[in-house]
């Protein structure tokens, strides 16, 4: 795996100095030295608004630096937009990929080109850079109709078809399966072995310390270290990442309360969206006392099973949920919410939280069933109460209650919205991606305030892309693929390696296979 | 080279309550730089057009008069612009309020009480709701577009008054002129102040107004109206019923439109007849939109649009200028809001060189953080 990192006298592929960048309310980038060499693995190591993703836009000519030069093989260069990155030979492959879903593969890829290229040559190009670095595609495929791991690599062979000298990697691996993370680490290796130099962006540990020869660590916009990750331990990366240990959640044995609170029974659900995923027969059981995960890769119905579960889109059929004991299929979200159940939805902004309003006017947004209000009015007191008892009892970092919910950072609003669900005393709560870019701290205290409920008999799903997380604080676990949910199984019976063959559909039957290559979100990568 | 707006990343408040003045101040000017062009002295038409009007106690009474339909109507507009519910059809619930009071008015003509008058304004305020229930069910059950809805409907009033002043509930003795009886004494609106034409009508749109802002700003349901209006998603999260958004915020434009109808009728008109305003409830439109769709700011923008009422009369008979100068004030002054407006949420700016070629997304710019 110790790729050549060739010439210590040869001039660095890049090297920023004193790289700086000043938005309105925070500072991203404060004077960040980084030198990364020819062929060499660098990562970039930071929690979520550690200022990584703002310094690889920089880097690939998204945003412009206040300050700082940047060293392209020992020059001096601006780069004032993508086109002049990708000139010098910088390749970017963006965290959400920036892919048209109704052209084909060749289409996407022309695109990027130059103008000019014919589409015939591109074809071939394509085929031989697919053939050389192990990425099989087809051109002529249309990119709607591949997994997210596929479409990675669409956007990696883009990259690679400008023979680019530096490739920047956005938190590559969120969206794919443990195994299919152990090829791309191989086509990763391959490349640098040719010279390419890679910028890897990521806040999982375990993989920098797999793959990278160095890296650079960030922390409030700062460089706070620089180290060889293979020569550290975990906890030495996280001390240097947060400026303190990784902290753990309490966990005891379930203990669950008979009944179940909330049962799901044959649902089946056509997506709204054409290049949405179909929910079909999904069956599912929670009781009070437990904490049920659901894992997946995003884009494998979580999005429709979440709408259907919360009551966003009421069901046809009125016993496909049950929730306490009531046919809830057909009610919508107030309903639900009146019978006990809480709601943690992915998006913050504009979603769970209105932008534009204070946190107290997004306190009474949910929370207006805890006597926030009288006769149909609103008692502002009891309103900036709750609000403020939020704040306190999850440690928002916030003005008080008239801050605008626009204000918070995405973590504090995070936990804000966490815990006005959670205060309403749920029978059964439901959190998607609940940690999703929340500090380390944050995430133990929205990881351990969900324990502490399941302790007090509520009810507890989890849907979320980390793994780890889901390991940690779930009593059983399931996966959804291709709109089905596999059987859920005892957390601790189970782990990473065979929730990543589940993630890839192993569990759906022949006729479920046949389907889904006609449907869209097939996971064919991973076999 | 070309030009760009780009997004403000925080848009001033400040400039937000300023933008109605300056689009006023803008209208003004504009209008003077017209008025120039007519070959008039602008300072004059000024003088004619905005002083005048108010150089007399009966000039400030009808200043109030003509304010009271438009507030009334503006306000309940806002409740529904706020959740983003446009009735653009008050004109037509306007009519039909005019009609149903008008209708209570003439049928208890010889045997009414006290209890005429507050009858009236119920049968008002009812068939403004009707009228306005028509596109709020054809939205929320099959999805009809409740703008054009709701302005069709405005012409179907229109002529359903026409055909009734013209027929049935024409005045036998009015020389068959197409208007109704003049209402009993019992069906009018007490006069406020001597002198003027000024009725009790102000003193219920200010009522109006204040339990405007009440729901608005003080009860959950208000709350929840502006809740689907500034995040959709949001309200379907927290369990805020579309269907219920649309028929509030219809049925409240409706109802206060209807009121605003027997307000006319009942006051200065004192009978129906085939056209009940002078396109107050379009005029409404704008006077929400100036008054920042805040019942207090409504209040301010209703005050300003009567003056050019006011002022496009008597542009008429003083400045010898067609009665569409009103219209064109209006407009320019919408106008001029509205560019405000963008100017408060963008920015302009001038691209010399050209743009980088295509990202296959244009969102890759705004995403992530890290």
């Known amino acids: 795996?110790?790729?050549?990192?060739?010439?210590?006298?040869?001039?660095?592929?890049?090297?920023?100095?004193?790289?700086?960048?000043?938005?309105?309310?925070?500072?991203?980038?404060?004077?960040?030295?980084?030198?990364?060499?020819?062929?060499?693995?660098?990562?970039?190591?930071?929690?979520?608004?550690?200022?990584?993703?703002?310094?690889?836009?920089?880097?690939?000519?998204?945003?412009?630096?206040?300050?700082?030069?940047?060293?392209?093989?020992?020059?001096?260069?601006?780069?004032?937009?993508?086109?002049?990155?990708?000139?010098?030979?910088?390749?970017?492959?963006?965290?959400?990929?920036?892919?048209?879903?109704?052209?084909?593969?060749?289409?996407?890829?022309?695109?990027?080109?130059?103008?000019?290229?014919?589409?015939?040559?591109?074809?071939?190009?394509?085929?031989?850079?697919?053939?050389?670095?192990?990425?099989?595609?087809?051109?002529?495929?249309?990119?709607?109709?591949?997994?997210?791991?596929?479409?990675?690599?669409?956007?990696?062979?883009?990259?690679?078809?400008?023979?680019?000298?530096?490739?920047?990697?956005?938190?590559?691996?969120?969206?794919?399966?443990?195994?299919?993370?152990?090829?791309?680490?191989?086509?990763?290796?391959?490349?640098?072995?040719?010279?390419?130099?890679?910028?890897?962006?990521?806040?999982?540990?375990?993989?920098?310390?797999?793959?990278?020869?160095?890296?650079?660590?960030?922390?409030?916009?700062?460089?706070?270290?620089?180290?060889?990750?293979?020569?550290?331990?975990?906890?030495?990366?996280?001390?240097?990442?947060?400026?303190?240990?990784?902290?753990?959640?309490?966990?005891?044995?379930?203990?669950?309360?008979?009944?179940?609170?909330?049962?799901?029974?044959?649902?089946?659900?056509?997506?709204?969206?054409?290049?949405?995923?179909?929910?079909?027969?999904?069956?599912?059981?929670?009781?009070?006392?437990?904490?049920?995960?659901?894992?997946?890769?995003?884009?494998?119905?979580?999005?429709?099973?979440?709408?259907?579960?919360?009551?966003?889109?009421?069901?046809?059929?009125?016993?496909?949920?049950?929730?306490?004991?009531?046919?809830?299929?057909?009610?919508?979200?107030?309903?639900?919410?009146?019978?006990?159940?809480?709601?943690?939805?992915?998006e913050r902004l504009g979603r769970g939280a209105v932008p534009e309003m204070s946190l107290a006017e997004n306190a009474l947004l949910t929370a207006h069933r805890q006597e926030l209000t009288r006769h149909g009015f609103i008692r502002p007191d009891a309103v900036r109460a709750y609000a403020?008892?939020?704040?306190?009892?999850?440690?928002?970092?916030?003005?008080?209650?008239?801050?605008?919910?626009?204000?918070?950072?995405?973590?504090?609003?995070?936990?804000?919205?966490?815990?006005?669900?959670?205060?309403?005393?749920?029978?059964?709560?439901?959190?998607?991606?609940?940690?999703?870019?929340?500090?380390?701290?944050?995430?133990?205290?929205?990881?351990?305030?969900?324990?502490?409920?399941?302790?007090?008999?509520?009810?507890?799903?989890?849907?979320?892309?980390?793994?780890?997380e889901l390991l940690e604080i779930c009593d059983r676990l399931a996966v959804i693929a291709r709109g089905r949910l596999s059987p859920p199984r005892p957390a601790r019976e189970t782990n990473a390696e065979d929730l990543g063959l589940l993630m890839s559909g192993s569990f759906i039957g022949a006729q479920g296979i046949a389907r889904a290559e006609v449907s869209s979100a097939g996971l064919s990568d991973a076999h | 080279m070309r030009i760009r707006l780009e997004a403000r990343p925080e848009p001033s408040r400040l400039m937000g309550w300023l933008s109605p003045l300056l689009a006023a101040a803008a209208t003004l000017l504009v209008g003077c730089a017209l008025f120039a062009s007519l070959g008039k002295d602008p300072f004059a038409a000024f003088q004619a057009f905005f002083v005048t009007p108010l150089e007399n106690l009966y000039g400030v009474g009808e200043l109030l008069l003509k304010a009271s339909p438009l507030m009334l109507c503006a306000v309940g507009l806002a409740a529904g612009y706020r959740a983003n519910v446009w009735n653009i059809g008050a004109e037509g619930q306007l009519t039909l309020g005019a009609l149903c009071g008008g209708g209570v008015a003439l049928a208890f003509q010889d045997s009414g009480g006290a209890w005429v008058l507050p009858l009236m304004l119920v049968a008002g305020a009812a068939g403004g709701m009707a009228w306005a229930a028509i596109p709020a069910w054809l939205k929320t059950r099959f999805n009809a577009n409740e703008i054009l809805v709701s302005l069709m409907l405005v012409y179907v009033a229109k002529l359903t008054l026409s055909l009734l002043v013209h027929g049935p509930w024409r005045d036998p003795e009015g020389f068959n002129f197409p208007q109704s009886k003049m209402f009993a004494d019992a069906a009018l609106l007490p006069n406020l102040l001597p002198g003027t034409r000024l009725n009790a009508g102000l003193l219920l749109a200010l009522g109006v107004v204040?339990?405007?802002w009440l729901f608005m700003r003080k009860s959950l349901a208000g709350f929840q109206m502006r809740v689907a209006g500034l995040a959709p998603a949001a309200a379907n999260y927290a369990g805020i019923s579309a269907r219920r958004t649309v028929w509030l915020g219809m049925l409240i434009g409706g109802a206060t439109a209807g009121i605003a109808g027997v307000d006319e009728a009942a006051g200065p008109i004192g009978q129906l007849l085939p056209s009940m305003s002078p396109g107050y409830g379009f005029a409404a439109i704008i006077v929400a939109f100036v008054g920042r769709l805040h019942p207090f700011g409504i209040l301010l923008s209703s005050l300003l649009m009567s003056l050019l009422y006011l002022g496009g009369e008597a542009a008429q008979i003083n400045l010898a200028l067609p009665s569409s100068v009103t219209g064109l004030f209006q407009g320019m002054l919408l106008f001029f809001l509205l560019a405000a407006d963008v100017f408060i949420n963008f920015r302009l700016r001038i691209v010399r060189r050209a743009v980088p070629p295509i990202e296959a997304s244009g969102s890759v710019a705004t995403e992530g953080s890290g």
């Open chain 1, 1 to 346: 795996m110790d790729s050549p990192v060739r010439g210590h006298l040869a001039p660095p592929r890049l090297k920023l100095q004193g790289i700086s960048k000043i938005y309105p309310a925070v500072v991203a980038n404060d004077r960040i030295d980084l030198s990364v060499m020819p062929g060499e693995i660098h990562a970039v190591l930071g929690e979520n608004g550690a200022g990584k993703t703002t310094l690889m836009k920089i880097i690939y000519g998204l945003v412009r630096p206040d300050a700082g030069t940047i060293l392209w093989n020992g020059r001096a260069v601006s780069i004032p937009n993508p086109a002049r990155a990708r000139a010098l030979g910088i390749g970017m492959v963006f965290q959400h990929f920036s892919l048209f879903e109704t052209l084909t593969v060749s289409e996407n890829i022309t695109l990027a080109l130059e103008p000019g290229a014919a589409e015939a040559s591109v074809d071939r190009r394509i085929s031989e850079v697919s053939e050389r670095y192990g990425l099989p595609l087809d051109p002529r495929r249309h990119v709607h109709s591949m997994s997210a791991g596929e479409r990675q690599r669409v956007e990696i062979v883009r990259c690679l078809l400008q023979q680019p000298q530096l490739l920047i990697m956005d938190e590559p691996t969120s969206v794919l399966t443990p195994q299919a993370i152990d090829k791309l680490f191989a086509t990763l290796r391959g490349l640098a072995g040719e010279g390419c130099s890679i910028l890897y962006i990521s806040h999982k540990l375990d993989e920098i310390r797999a793959l990278c020869q160095r890296a650079t660590v960030l922390r409030a916009g700062k460089v706070s270290g620089e180290c060889d990750p293979r020569q550290e331990t975990s906890s030495g990366l996280a001390r240097m990442m947060i400026g303190g240990e990784l902290p753990h959640s309490r966990h005891r044995q379930a203990r669950t309360r008979g009944d179940g609170t909330l049962l799901v029974r044959r649902l089946s659900l056509p997506s709204d969206d054409p290049f949405g995923t179909d929910l079909i027969d999904i069956d599912l059981s929670l009781r009070g006392g437990e904490i049920v995960g659901i894992a997946g890769i995003s884009g494998n119905g979580q999005k429709e099973l979440l709408a259907a579960l919360s009551g966003e889109r009421p069901l046809v059929d009125a016993r496909a949920i049950v929730l306490n004991g009531v046919a809830v299929g057909r009610l919508g979200a107030a309903v639900r919410r009146r019978l006990g159940m809480t709601f943690v939805p992915e």
């Open chain 1, 388 to 468: 403020q008892a939020t704040i306190a009892r999850f440690s928002v970092k916030a003005p008080g209650p008239d801050a605008t919910a626009r204000s918070l950072s995405g973590g504090n609003l995070q936990k804000f919205i966490v815990g006005r669900e959670i205060l309403q005393g749920p029978r059964v709560i439901i959190a998607a991606q609940p940690t999703w870019g929340v500090d380390v701290g944050a995430a133990a205290l929205i990881r351990q305030a969900l324990v502490d409920l399941r302790d007090e008999g509520v009810a507890v799903l989890v849907v979320s892309e980390e793994l780890d």
């Open chain 2, 210 to 212: 204040a339990a405007a």
